[in-house]
């Protein structure tokens, strides 16, 4: 038997990216809608596994779409939590290898920010923003990703990301999607993404 995903805890308390985002919303977030991908990304390898063994009947199509929506969901969310730090310990200006690439590859950080900050805005209906690290060209490369399907398949380590799907801001910014991206620079964990860097960079 398979091991199967499971629900990772968070690395800080539902409370504590307040005031940025709500205790509400990191806690619905968390336990609802990322358990939701975890048990979707379980129930469609469980669907796959008996029809190999003749248990069951599946449209194969279906099935495969719903494992890529929900294992992605999982892994961006799983990479989303601890690309968070609570205010103090996040924000601020990145530090380190990470701080050094963003000033190579953008010419500063406030042109990185600015650069990210317009592809996020820009992420048509639900999606995700992302810096993703392209070790062919050594380069961090910005992506907007509609949904979350597929993201796997890029095979590009994550690096630093912002979740655009309503159910991240909605309840604590209603619809001023800009003002949730504008807040969350309070709380992005420069420290983590340095880390996640140091592991793929050359
Ligand atoms: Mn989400």
Known sequence: MAKTYTLPP????????????????MT???TKNHQAYVNGANAALEKLEKSRK??????????LRDYS???????LHSFFWPNMAPPGKGGGNPG?????????????????????????????????ALVLYDSETDQLVL????KQNNMHLAGMPLIVGIDLWEHAWVHDYLTDRPKYIEAWWNVVN?????ARFAKVSH
């Open 10 to 25: 968070l690395p800080y308390k539902y409370s504590d990216l307040q005031p940025h985002i709500s205790e509400k919303t």
């Open 143 to 146: 992506t907007q990703v509609e």
């Open 28 to 30: 619905l977030h968390h």
């Open 69 to 75: 929506f929900n294992v992605d969901g999982h892994i």
């Open 54 to 63: 003749g248990e069951a009947q599946i449209d194969i199509r279906a099935v």
């Open 96 to 128: 380190g290898k990470i701080g050094d690439k963003i000033n190579q590859d953008f010419g500063g950080i406030d042109k990185f920010k600015a650069q990210f900050t317009d592809a996020a805005k820009t992420v048509e209906g639900a999606g995700w």
């Open 190 to 194: 420069w420290s983590d993404a340095d």
